[in-house]
């Protein structure tokens, strides 16, 4: 073979014809015909491992085919005479006016939605509770107002446009004053549906702009998931559950004025039985009503009510820094959701035990001073205090 014959451009043409070129090994010259012959769909790698003759043919037929690609892609190689040729090869292309194509501009990212507070308050001793729910409109900020019950839905809701300020000052205050925490605006919206299903479930009336809000917020009414199953520890928990009513927020937590007015007859029925019955023996006897009282009051839709009132107040215990308290509430909520009763629950018998106690302090305040005794059982006050934004506050 002549010197001439290593030339990129004859070489090619010897490829190209199926000319014989024993210089080379065959199975080189074989895969350079294949590369010559469909150049656009030539790797860098499979070029790379072509003697420098026969990869500087390959790139002899990207020239003439005018592909871009193949020549700017060797013109990194590593193996170094490939790297030049590549660049001599581009050269020749964009003197023929043939320039690679640009690269995609990435499209700026997009951004980040605006993320804006939502507030959810603790929950009353009735079952109520507020929720403080935001959006942007035209610039500014809705802020949605509801009060809602566990037992009906929502009970009441409102509309208004806030400076976003404002809307900070707001949370920062039912933050710093222990009203509630902050969720994710998800879950705030997952509240208000499943709030809205208990209206239906309850054929409580939607008040007016519900269904707005709820297609505001990309929402329809849902019915609440289960909660988890009861875990091995909560055994334990039952045996705990009266610590919770130490905590500020469920300290306030009473039964309902029906359960307290027949507990407090049972009660003072003893005091005045004509049975000559020991000190010990007569507070057995006050116990096992409170008791009685607090196994008749606790139904299966009872359990369930108060176990997602205490799931919630798990969350809020978890988020103001107390977390065996979230741990008690969360191990008492599965187990009164899904009607473990042995051990009783504890949490359930202090609800009423407390009552007898309050009555008690009571009775002896009323002694100090001097007043007579009251035989009215005392009654659990029912209004809601409310922040000045009008959420309810424990």
């Known amino acids: 073979m002549s010197p001439a014959s290593t030339e990129p451009r004859p070489l090619l043409d010897a490829l190209r014809a199926g000319t014989p070129l024993p210089a080379f090994p065959e199975a080189d010259v074989a895969r350079a015909r294949g590369l010559a012959d469909d150049v656009g769909a030539a790797t860098p790698a499979a070029v790379e491992a072509l003697p420098e003759a026969l990869a500087g043919a390959v790139l002899e037929a990207a020239v003439l085919a005018g592909q871009v690609a193949l020549p700017e892609a060797l013109c990194a190689s590593s193996v170094k005479p490939l790297a030049k040729a590549a660049k001599k090869a581009l050269y020749r292309l964009r003197s023929r006016g043939v320039t690679p194509p640009e690269a995609p501009r990435e499209a700026p990212p997009a951004p980040a939605p605006e993320t804006l507070p939502t507030l959810v308050t603790v ?9 403080l729910l935001t959006r942007v409109v ?13 037992e009906q839905g929502v009970l009441e809701l409102s509309r208004t446009e806030q400076s976003r300020g404002d809307l900070r000052r707001i949370l920062k205050h039912g933050l ?3 009203f509630g925490m902050e969720v994710s605006r ?9 709030a809205a299903a208990l209206n239906l479930r309850t054929r409580t009336p939607f008040p007016p702009d519900l269904e707005a809000a709820l297609r505001h917020h990309g929402v329809q009414p849902q019915e609440p ?6 875990e091995p520890d909560d055994v334990r928990r039952a045996l705990e559950g009266d610590q919770l009513h130490a905590t500020p927020e469920i300290a306030e937590w009473m039964p309902p004025d029906a359960e307290v007015r027949g507990l407090m007859e049972q009660v003072q029925a003893l005091a005045g039985s004509p049975l000559a019955l020991s000190g010990p023996q007569r507070q057995e ?13 606790f139904t299966p839709e009872v359990r369930q009510r108060y176990a997602r009132r205490l799931w919630r107040m798990a969350a809020f215990f978890d988020a103001t820094g107390r977390a065996l308290q979230a741990d008690i509430a969360r ?3 599965r187990r009164l959701f899904h009607g473990l009763d042995a051990p009783f629950s504890l949490f359930a018998e202090t609800l009423f035990a407390k009552v007898v106690v309050l009555a008690a302090a009571g009775a002896q305040a009323q002694a100090a001073q001097g007043a007579p005794d009251s035989e009215a059982p005392p009654v659990t006050p029912t209004g809601e205090r409310r922040s000045p934004g009008g959420l309810i506050l424990p």
């Open 123 to 131: 929950v009353s001793s009735a079952g109520q509770y507020g929720l």
């Open 138 to 150: 035209r610039g500014g900020v809705e802020l949605l107002q509801v009060i809602a019950s566990d």
């Open 176 to 178: 710093k004053n222990g």
């Open 186 to 194: 998800e879950e705030g919206a997952r509240l208000l549906a499943e």
């Open 225 to 230: 998931e289960p909660l988890p199953a009861p």
């Open 285 to 297: 006897q006050v116990r096992q009503k409170v008791l009685d009282a607090a196994k008749a009051f």
């Open 331 to 333: 191990g008492e909520a």
